[in-house]
């Protein structure tokens, strides 16, 4: 590509040429002559650099820490990156600036400079030193590097992007401290069964509680003597020695992934329950999983103990951490500027005129007129219209990367032209994959909410209940579900309470949190006419919210059923405080 710089030093001695030639100056015509020569022979050398050097390079990847290098990491863990771009050939660029592509999880310091120019050779390589931080679990993926390269003159230009995909697991942060662990004896490396912070009744040694006679009591368990100051039957309650069995229900749905990457409710809940699961297995409990969404289960792990089965737990955690939300009322006019422009950015290869051209004869048309063409224009005026051919150039050529790249065959291109549905989906499935969030709106034209998913409690209810079907001895299921857009729904849900409350099982409910809003509880700001609209706003919104969480309180409630908040500003370790509380609630009423 010919710089400004070139174009006026080619314009200037062309010009020079030719008024040479006119005025029959020998001299200065073999100058400006000389200089064309010359200016010729860069451009020239530039292309053979361009041909032999670029496709030779070989982009460097690591990821370090104090304990040297690492393939994962864990969040709001600082990890040091070396990007190193080499010359495998012989030929070498005498000025190349590499630009880094930092992830959309990673959060860079400030002030920190991604931008690196000098000499590439195979003896020379370029070496770009950062440091970042994730500030939740996912995936770090790392797409390339994008080089620009230039002669020493300034004549000529030339961008490419260098794909070196690169996948690093981001693991959960375990908050879980020291002071947590309840065990007997703290010098011991491994805790004993049976030694739990909430004791329960079983067939131990050790008295857990006395409680009046129930008929069907075995006579050897009854307190005669406590039973003779009292005057009625006392029966004694012995600890377990049976470790405790608990089941973490994740909500994947589309409500939750809401939000920047990274800073979404679905990373709460991730990270909620990857500390409640380091809590069980550091006393040696049993962890379950079931991850499900508005269409249904996406995966169960039976529970089980050992660091094989906690690691699985936290991998299939982490893999659903950075989803992104996807909804069938985005539509194509939206979808189609965020796409093309990361189709800039990352496959510049694949948007060359040589193999995905827009010919000029192709006639506007699409059978939906509201994409294209507006109502009531005749479509033999649509080539006058050249912002809508120009969004439907867009559309073509991303419909043809699109079918290259997911294998839709020889009449892809044509679907994802004129079904709007198809070319929706795919877009949004191009974006996920760069961890791209999609422009949508929360809300339809009537104001209700496009992820309410009134389908979402019945799910969870029939998971629910399939697990209390497996279960063998007293659970406790930890329902990590965003409730607060279906607080009328929840009938189906609180029957299927009522059956795990049947069979001596504890159920408690963790409801995400937006962040920025205040929790329940806290002060509200007092409403005045100087707040401004986009202030009220809020506070009504956070009202609203407030509103849901409380009526799902009660509606659980009335189930006996504790409902916690997880928001922002708390620690896990806050909600493992709550927890313990409510287990020996549970069971002093029981």
């Not at 009531?376 to 991303?398: D, I, M, N, V």
Request: glycine content about 8%.
């Amino acid at each position: 590509m010919l710089t400004t710089r070139g174009f006026w030093f080619f314009l200037i001695a062309s010009g020079v040429l030719a008024a040479a030639v006119l005025l029959g100056a020998a001299q200065l015509t073999l100058l400006a002559l000389t200089l064309l020569l010359w200016f010729l022979g860069q451009w020239v050398l530039f292309q053979v650099r361009i041909r032999l050097a670029v496709r030779r390079l070989v982009v460097g990847r690591i990821l370090r820490t104090s304990r040297g290098e690492v393939q994962s990491l864990w969040a709001k863990q600082k990890v040091e990156v070396v990007v190193t771009l080499r010359g495998a050939g012989v030929v070498g660029l005498p000025y190349v600036v590499m630009t880094e592509r930092v992830p959309a999880l990673a959060r860079v310091e400030d002030g920190t400079a991604l931008c690196l120019d000098g000499a590439v050779s195979a003896e020379e390589p370029l070496t770009l030193t950062y440091s970042l931080e994730c500030p939740a679990a996912g995936w770090l993926c790392f797409d390339g590097v994008r080089i620009q390269m230039a002669d020493l003159q300034g004549f000529f230009t030339h961008a490419a992007f260098l794909h070196e995909r690169r996948d690093y697991r981001v693991l959960p942060t375990l908050p879980v401290s020291m002071s947590h662990s309840t065990f007997v004896k703290q010098h011991n490396v491994l805790p004993l069964l049976g030694t739990h912070r909430h004791a329960r009744p079983g067939g131990s040694s050790e008295l857990l509680d006395l409680r009046d006679y129930l008929p069907g009591d075995p006579p050897k368990m009854i307190a005669w003597k406590v039973s003779a100051r009292r005057d009625r039957l006392i029966t004694r309650e012995f600890e377990s020695e049976v470790p405790i069995r608990c089941t973490l229900f994740v909500d994947t749905s589309n409500s939750v992934r809401v939000g920047p990457v990274g800073e979404t409710a679905l990373c709460r809940l991730v990270e909620v329950a990857a500390g409640l699961a380091q809590a069980n297995a550091s006393e040696r409990d049993l962890t379950g999983l079931c991850l499900f969404d508005e269409t249904g289960v996406r995966a169960t792990v039976k529970a089980g103990r050992g660091s094989k089965h906690f690691l699985n737990l936290i991998a299939l955690l982490t893999d659903v951490a950075g989803l992104t939300p996807q909804s069938a009322e985005a539509t194509v006019r939206d979808l189609v500027p965020l796409a093309y422009g990361l189709a800039q950015d990352l496959y510049p290869e694949l948007l060359d005129r040589d193999v995905n051209r827009f010919p000029f004869w192709l006639p506007l048309w699409s059978p939906q007129p509201g994409w294209a063409i507006p109502p009531g224009t005749p479509r033999y005026f649509s080539r006058l219209l050249p912002g809508l051919r120009r969004e439907y150039r867009l559309r073509k050529e991303l419909a043809a990367i699109c079918a290259a790249r997911y294998g839709l065959g020889p009449g892809g291109l044509a679907m994802l032209l004129e079904d709007d549905e198809r070319c929706v989906h795919y877009l949004q499935r191009f974006l996920a994959e760069h961890q791209i969030a999609c422009p949508i709106s929360l809300y339809d034209d009537r104001g209700r909410y496009v992820f309410a998913a009134p389908k979402k409690p019945g799910i969870l209810a029939d998971a629910l209940l399939k697990a209390v079907t497996r279960g063998k001895d007293n659970e406790l299921f930890v329902l990590c579900v965003d409730l607060l857009e279906n607080a009328d729904a929840l009938a189906k849900l609180e029957r299927a309470i009522c059956v795990a409350k049947a069979r001596h099982h504890q159920v408690i409910v963790i409801c995400p949190w937006p962040a920025g809003v205040d929790p329940p509880g806290a002060r509200p700001t007092p409403l005045m006419a100087s707040l401004g609209m986009a202030l009220l706003l809020q506070r009504l919104c956070t009202d609203q919210l407030h509103e849901a969480f409380a009526k799902v309180r009660r509606a659980l409630g009335r189930v006996g059923v504790p409902v916690l908040c997880a928001a922002q500003g708390e620690t896990v370790n806050w909600i493992l405080h709550h927890m313990r509380k409510l287990r020996i609630q549970e069971r002093g009423v029981r």
